[in-house]
């Protein structure tokens, strides 16, 4: 960075910057801070079922009742502890972009270099900038040497911008070149410059980003919103029926501590507490499922809403292309040559040149992503050739300017007596330089706009020798060989167009959404096998655009180029307005507005930058887009599974509440008390969601189209099936409590075989409802470890219950004798056989049709 010291900048002194910053901050985005435990704490109580549950409790405590007091609370505490755990992952997308925006910056103050915090930098200060550096805050140019700039971060595209030095600040946006801005958070890919500092932390480009981040808002997913219509309309009724019992009960019997009871019993009988419990555990097991494929689950809800997404909006680099510049074709006066790495095994003589020439004319530890693509295309096929000079030593270097864009270098080869001159550009330039005959130059300039129209990029490469004394001014001064021209493409993810194919086959729409050039982006979804049919809108297009316009072109058009951060946001919230369940996947920082906004946002966790992962709701840690397709399957098998969970919650309520009501309808003794139906949701419902979590999806999930969100968890067809399988389990539960009550048997005997009758009823329901298509014998051939885990455990703790004499006691319980165990299986097996012989006759009917 010799030429920069000879400058007569000597920045601000040390009092000014501290003056600055003590007025205008430090340069980084403002903490919003983490949410309280305390915040978290009173969000997970309000819930209805909370509430209730905690009421209970204080109430039997009041009562003196000390052991079911406790075991109901330590019900409540269980499951707060597990919702709390979860909520208390909180996102962290300021303190990333507080990360990124705040290197390390070499600055001028008091006349001398300082190597300084991020941080610590102030409006006015004197930047110096180099290749590798990060930007460390918005800067105007007054000084730069073939300074070019990856501003990948903010406008998506992969291929460096050049910058030159400017007098005044104008107002311009990243992207582009031969702008005199340079960007905070910025990498700079080539050359050196020096800049002063015009904005710093939330005024920069990036921090504009942050705060729009900052007034985006999650929505909860349908699945909660529906689960708490759900829990509102139960808890409703469950409280009116159960002051309506206390009532009628203390008013008919005259017993009113009695009634209390019946009454709190009623209301836990009715209210299906457990339904938030398998809705938390159920989508955390779902996230650890889908995490062993790769996607890292950060909003949990996310997964149940992710088997409802109608659209993928895709951000082209990094997602569908790899985000790094590859040589796909080299022009030679004697052909064009493709070059594919499967099928071409050694590079033909005619094209070493070329390719030699493009590397000497690239720096020789590259950041440009084109010359790292020369340096390993050489590598690929010139290694232990004559054509790599390792030993050659850089005597001087031309750089690119406006007037020439075209950059040369010149070498001092060993053994011989001349330099040896390398020059690489845009076709027009070099063509230029070379000073070819007209029909020439027309021929190669429509050859480079027929690579350039299939998205391509192209540079021209040319040599020259030189034996004089001083250096030429300029680079036209050499006598310059035209060598051909290079054709590089960001390539298209292998994996990405079967990937689009099977979205495509399950009702999923894929868009593009890039900041490139509209023949490029045509290119790649061409190659993607995006459909094109509704042409490309680019970003210009959409600032002219009303929002029902917008809304009315998005029905069919499906690639988006020349795209601006803010217009991505836009985009995303266009289509949902159209009524999209949209899930975004992009890469960079330009994408974490869309991603908190999108109902799925999806990040790339390899390449992606930490804005994007913790603005995202999943993170694809193999950076692969197919396994987006991968996690549109598994959400839909958690939907599934999740709602055949809460089909059988819904069932098993039905004969716990029968069972409460029915001494008060016919006057017998009381049943269960509320030690027993917590036993039954602690120790069995919330337990059930493991067996329903590990169901293997259904058959031919990827062959429906995806599933309204509008639609309820319980439609009628759910609703009734889980209502009628309930209710023949209570009848079962009935009649042998009723039986035993008119055999004499005593009123223990009759609750213990009444009780041991309901456990069993509830197993038969779990393996009925493992498949709503397929027989419980057939379901059995699917393997699911827990199931028998879930069996064995509600067995051993029937068992304890049943033969443990204080716990015994506890639940009013009489000792049981083998046949009474048998009469209770076969009793409670019957509940089920109706639903298993629907299974067979629709089975039937689907065969004959």
Not at 191 to 198: E, F, L, N, P
Request: charged share 20%.
């Amino acid at each position: 960075m010799s030429f920069l010291l000879h400058t007569a900048l000597t920045g601000l002194t040390s009092t000014q910057a501290q003056e600055r910053r003590i007025a205008e901050g430090y340069n980084e985005l403002p903490n919003a801070g983490p949410r309280g435990m305390a915040n978290t704490i009173f969000e997970v109580v309000r819930e209805p079922m909370f509430l209730l549950l905690i009421a209970a409790g204080c109430i039997y405590l009041g009562l003196g009742d000390l052991r079911e007091a406790l075991m109901l609370l330590f019900f409540v505490g269980m499951v707060m502890g597990i919702t709390i755990y979860q909520e208390r992952k909180t996102e962290n997308v300021l303190q990333a972009l507080r990360d990124l925006t705040s290197p390390r910056a070499l600055v001028i103050r008091d006349g001398e270099k300082q190597r300084i915090a991020g941080r610590d930098v102030v409006r006015d200060d004197i930047v110096l900038l180099a290749e590798g550096d990060r930007v460390p805050a918005d800067a105007l140019l007054l000084v730069c040497n073939g300074l070019q700039v990856d501003e990948s971060l903010l406008t998506g595209e992969s291929v460096p911008v050049r910058k030159t030095a400017g007098e005044s600040e104008v107002a311009s946006h990243p992207g582009g070149d031969d702008l005199s801005q340079v960007y905070s958070g910025t990498l700079i890919v080539q050359g050196q410059g020096i800049a002063r500092v015009t904005a710093t932390g939330a005024h920069t480009e990036i921090g504009k980003i942050g705060k729009s981040l900052q007034t985006l808002h999650a929505e909860s997913s349908p699945l909660q919103q529906q689960t708490r219509r759900m829990m509102w309309s139960f808890a409703i009724i469950g409280a009116s029926l159960s002051v309506a019992v206390v009532v009628l009960y203390g008013a008919t019997r005259g017993a009113w501590l009695d009634a209390l009871l019946v009454g709190i019993t009623l209301a836990m009988s009715l209210l299906p507490q457990e339904f938030l419990v398998v809705l938390t555990v159920f989508l955390a097991l779902g996230a650890w499922r889908i995490s062993r494929n790769n996607v890292l689950t950060r909003h949990i809800p996310a997964l149940e809403t992710l088997g409802s997404a109608t659209l993928l909006c895709a951000d082209k680099t990094g997602t569908i292309t790899e985000n790094r510049m590859t040589v796909t074709q080299l022009v030679t006066r004697e052909g064009v040559l493709s070059i594919d790495p499967v099928t071409l095994q050694a590079l033909p003589e005619d094209f070493h040149e070329l390719v030699e020439f493009s590397v000497l004319a690239s720096m020789v530890d590259p950041f440009d992503p084109m010359e790292k693509a020369f340096r390993q295309l050489a590598s690929d096929y010139l290694t232990g050739t004559e054509h790599l000079h390792d030993d050659w030593t850089l005597a001087h270097q031309y750089q690119l300017t406006r007037d020439m864009l075209a950059m040369s270098h010149v070498w001092k080869a060993t053994q011989r007596d001349e330099y040896v001159v390398a020059a690489k550009g845009a076709p027009e330039a070099i063509i230029d330089l070379c000073h070819l005959p007209d029909a020439e130059c027309a021929a190669l300039t429509a050859q480079a706009n027929q690579l350039a129209d299939q998205g391509l990029r192209v540079l021209a490469v040319a040599k020259a020798s030189f034996s004089g004394g001083a250096w030429p001014p300029q680079q036209h001064d050499f006598p310059f060989t035209f060598l051909g021209m290079i054709a590089l493409a960001d390539p298209v993810r292998a994996r990405v167009p079967e990937a689009i194919r099977l979205a495509q086959r399950a009702g999923i729409r894929v868009a593009m959404i890039t900041g490139d050039y509209a023949g490029t982006a045509q290119a790649v979804a061409q190659q993607a096998g995006i459909d094109l049919a509704g042409g490309i809108l680019t970003g210009p297009e959409i600032e002219q655009l009303s929002s029902i316009e917008l809304q009315a072109r998005l029905k069919t058009t499906r690639v988006f180029a020349r795209v601006a951060p803010e217009q991505k946001l836009r985009l995303v919230q266009a289509f949902q307005a159209n009524g999209e369940i949209v899930a975004m996947t992009g890469d960079g920082v330009n994408d974490a507005p869309a991603l908190k906004a999108a109902h799925i946002g999806i990040a790339m966790g390899g390449r992606g930058t930490d804005v994007a992962r913790e603005a995202a709701a999943l993170v694809l840690l193999d950076d692969d887009f197919a396994t987006i397709v991968d996690a549109i399957r598994l959400g839909r098998r958690v939907f599934d599974n999740l709602r055949k969970a809460m089909a059988f919650i819904l069932a098993v309520h039905v004969p716990i509440a029968g069972m409460v009501l029915l001494p008060l309808l016919f006057g017998m003794p009381l049943v269960f008390m509320p030690v027993h139906i917590v036993f039954l949701e602690l120790i069995i419902d919330p337990v059930c969601a493991f067996v329903f979590e590990a169901e293997p999806e259904e058959r031919g999930i990827m062959d429906r189209p995806p599933r309204n969100p509008r639609v309820p968890l319980f439609g009628i067809r759910t609703l009734l099936l889980s209502l009628l399988q309930g209710m023949t389990v209570f009848l079962a539960v009935a009649a042998i409590y009723a039986i035993a009550l008119q055999r004499g048997q005593g009123e223990a005997e009759a609750r213990t075989l009444a009780f041991t009758t309901l456990v069993l009823g509830n197993l038969w329901l779990i393996l009925a409802n493992r498949s709503w298509s397929r027989t419980l014998l057939a379901s059995l051939r699917t393997p699911n470890p827990a199931l028998w885990w879930v069996i064995g455990g509600t067995l051993a703790f029937l068992a304890l219950v049943l033969y443990t004499p204080g716990l015994r006691d506890l639940f009013k319980f009489a000792l049981l004798h083998p046949n009474d165990i048998l009469l209770c299986f076969a009793v409670s097996g019957t509940g089920i056989l109706w639903f298993e012989l629907l299974k067979l006759v629709r089975k039937r009917s689907y065969a004959e049709a």
